[in-house]
């Protein structure tokens, strides 16, 4: 069985910077493409980043280039987000989420994802 623990969030002022991090037991790590999501209240829930099974990396280009960076521990089946530069506006639960075999790039319906973490808040203040 899949499980994703997420961990990490928190409450930071603009401007500051956040690691989180996604656990994964239940799978071959190296076989899964995994992605962040973000929700904020009364939005749809988005990507922010991925990394497809193969390697390669993804970014919601609008919001976050430069800012954020996925990265991966095999030995630790873990998948981390490095926020940088945060903004109010990236306030919201942020979530991981897997797909065996997934190709993240281009993939921005959550839909194309099977298994989800609970999702940790991040809270950006002003």
């Known amino acids: 069985q899949v499980q994703l623990v997420e961990s990490g969030g928190g409450l930071v002022q603009a401007g500051g910077s956040l690691r989180l991090a996604c656990a994964a037991s239940?799978?071959?790590?190296?076989?899964?493409?995994l992605a962040w999501f973000r929700q904020a209240p009364g939005q749809e829930r988005e990507i922010v980043a991925g990394?497809?099974?193969?390697?390669?990396?993804?970014y919601n280009t609008d919001s976050v280039k430069g800012r954020f960076t996925i990265s991966t521990n095999i030995v630790k089946n873990t998948v981390y987000l490095q926020m940088n530069s945060l903004k109010p506006e990236d306030t919201a639960v942020y979530y991981c989420?897997?797909?065996?075999?997934?190709?993240?790039?281009?993939?921005?319906?959550?839909?194309?994802?099977?298994?989800w973490g609970q999702g940790t808040q991040v809270t950006v203040s002003s």
């Open positions: 989420a897997a797909r065996r075999w997934g190709v993240v790039t281009g993939a921005t319906n959550p839909d194309y994802f099977d298994s």
């Open positions: 990394v497809s099974w193969t390697g390669t990396t993804t």
């Open positions: 239940g799978i071959t790590f190296r076989n899964y493409g």
